[in-house]
């Protein structure tokens, strides 16, 4: 299934060499890795490669090899990057003291201090800044697409699960506190706070003259959230099948996104 390695061989090509799509970036992708392998067939999608980790014990892309190596096998080829999209969860899962909340949130207590939404951009900021210098790598690819990340999914599932999470332990543990007295924060506020992270990103595209292809609206229930049949185990990430319906839209869209 791997086609090519880097230098290092520390990130892979999976998939046809040759596919006309190459698709790369964060955790994400491996979403679409995983829907990469046609499950009945075990076929892998000839139309479409993705570049990701070797190894999966070393976690997600990102460093300046890697970035290197997808602006070398992206030559001549329509590109797709899968831009962070964790940070409406990573970084705001759990509510501070006092509570904050935003303009737009419609399930804010009384008490909430209201944080202008200018603010939570600059701490957002240099999530993006990157993609300035990872930009010109890609100058040979035929196309580049920026691709969103999935929208949050609700406290009845993340109660269920960020406690076992090592990312989120390792957060309580650096505010010498106990995981299971952090409150967190409301769904209405997660998915303001990624809708803003969204925003950002196509504004980001633009400027930077790619492409932008937000998350396929058949993903979302009717409040905007991820729905159920899309879920991955854990607190953030979306499953195979939200895989194979994101590789379709990138596969057929064409740059028209």
């Known amino acids: 299934m791997i086609s090519s390695v880097s230098k290092s061989g520390k990130w892979a090509l999976y998939g046809d060499r040759n596919a006309q799509t190459v698709v790369c970036g964060h955790s994400h992708a491996a979403a679409i890795l995983s829907a990469q392998i046609n499950i009945e067939s075990g076929i892998p999608n000839p139309d479409v490669a993705v570049c990701y980790t070797s190894d999966f014990e070393q976690g997600p892309p990102g460093d300046q090899e890697y970035w290197e190596f997808v602006g070398e096998i992206s030559r001549g080829k329509k590109l797709a990057i899968v831009w962070n999209g964790n940070q409406h969860t990573a970084n705001f899962l759990f509510q501070t003291v006092p509570p904050f909340t935003l303009h737009g949130v419609t399930e804010s207590e009384h008490d909430c201090i209201p944080i202008p939404k200018a603010m939570v951009k600059e701490f957002f900021k240099p999530f993006f800044e990157e993609l300035n210098l990872i930009m010109p790598m890609m100058a040979s690819a ?116």
């Open 142 to 257: 035929s196309s580049v697409t920026l691709v969103n990340g999935p929208a949050p999914k609700p406290l009845t599932h993340i109660q269920t699960c960020f406690k076992n999470e090592p990312f989120f332990v390792m957060i309580a543990k650096s505010l010498n506190i106990d995981i299971n007295s952090l409150e967190l924060t409301s769904d209405s506020l997660r998915l303001e706070l990624w809708r803003l992270v969204s925003e950002m990103l196509a504004s980001y595209s633009q400027s930077l003259g790619t492409h932008f292809l937000d998350v396929p609206m058949e993903s979302l229930d009717p409040s905007g959230m991820l729905l159920e049949e899309y879920w991955a185990p854990d607190t953030t990430h979306a499953n195979e099948s939200y895989g194979k319906l994101l590789m379709e839209k990138i596969v057929y869209s064409n740059g028209n996104t």
